[in-house]
Each structure stands twice: as structure tokens, then as C-alpha cells.
């Protein structure tokens, strides 16, 4: 089974910087099965990004996912008020059948 | 609009059982297959199970295999999850959400593309 490690745990900063969070996976994932979520308290996940670079509609596009094999990036280029809230990476596993999330990563304001 | 209403979760003893419901609306609901993600308090995101949108394929997590029932009724629209034999560790906020398969470059994508508000499940003595 395939586990997907983000870091860090906790980023800080300020509105208007850049954030890059990081999903490293124990083993080689199909980009095609890597998608990211947005998690604000008490709500529901939010699809950000899938095909490990695909923006998802509506989305601003100050967000941009890259990566491959084991290592994978979203970016959030300038950090709006918004945008602080936890981050989940994402892969299909194939075997066994299922989804498999990363632990999050949460953007807190500095 | 998409829409997806998590209903039925609730106090429940520890061996007990509750069945969730998830009302979808704003698509063809019999088209698509669905997942059930859970999160329990302040905790990060756990995969269910899923079903496909005519029920050949269904797939359990580890930890509620053989516990746990995904169905799905196509012609009310809705998706089920009956749990039985509850613990304390499946406490958690059940979302159930839409799957897409589009073709991406490389082969097919998979994510889940529309969740539901959720509902608590609180397994407690």
C-alpha cells in the first residue's frame, strides 16, 4: 500500500508569499492519480487540482500542482487571505483498490 | 447544481449500528461512482469505499471490511453506507463525494470532484 507523506505539517506565513507544499509517496504514483484538496474548519474538501497539474474549475490559478513518480508539488504563488487551510494530497492505488490521502499540510497566517 | 446531503449519523453504542445516507442532485446520478471519505475529530482524511455507478464494483478500506456496506439505489438517487459492529475509532464525520475517471494525459484520472457537508457519527458508551 502506497502512503503519502506531506510536508511540512505546518507552514506560516503572510499574505502575498509564496506557499509550496510538498506529497512524497513511499512509491511510484501515476501523476494521473495525484490530486490536491483544500480543507477550511468545518467545511467539506474542496478539489483544487487532479493529473497532478490540472487546475479544477473555478479555480484561481495562483494554484499549480508539478510532480512525478514520488515527489509532488502544489504551489500557491500569493497567498490570499482565503488560502489559508489545510491541504490534502491524494492517489488511486490500483492494489489493493482505493483512495489514500496524505496526513495534510496546514497553511496558518504568520 | 451538484448537489450531495449526508443524513442518518448520530450517538451510537459501541457495537451498534447506523446506516448513512447520502441524497445527490443536479446530476445523472446513475452515471458516476461514489465514495464515502470519513475524518474523525481533528484528524486528517480516511478513505471508505467506493461504488461503481451500477454496483459491479465495490471496494472497502482495511479497517471497516466486513463491518461496513456500501449500496447505492440509482433510482432514488441515493447512496447508503450501513455500519455495523461500531467502535470508538470509527467516531468521525462521514462525506460521501462524486468520482471522476476523465482521461488525462497519461491515462485516466481519478479524484473526487463534489462532497457533501457531512455527518457526524459519534460512537460512544
Redesign the interface.
Known sequence: EIVLTQSPGTLSLSPGERATLSCRASQSVSSSYLAWYQQKPGQAPRLLIYGASSRATGIPDRFSGSGSGTDFTLTISRLEPEDFAVYYCQQYGSSPRGLTFGGGTKVEIK | EVQLVESGGGLVKPGGSLRLSCAASGFTFSSYSM?W?RQAPGK????VS?ISSSSSYI????SVKGRFTISRDNAKNSLYLQMNSLRAEDTAVY?CARE?NPV???????????????TLVTVSS
Not at chain 2, 486528517?44 to 478513505?47: A, F, R, V
Request: proline share 0%.
Open positions: 465514495n471519505v486528517g482524511l480516511e478513505w467506493s471496494y472497502y478500506a482495511d462525506y471522476r488525462c494525459s497519461g491515462g485516466s484520472c481519478y479524484f473526487l470532484d463534489y462532497w457533501g457537508q457531512g
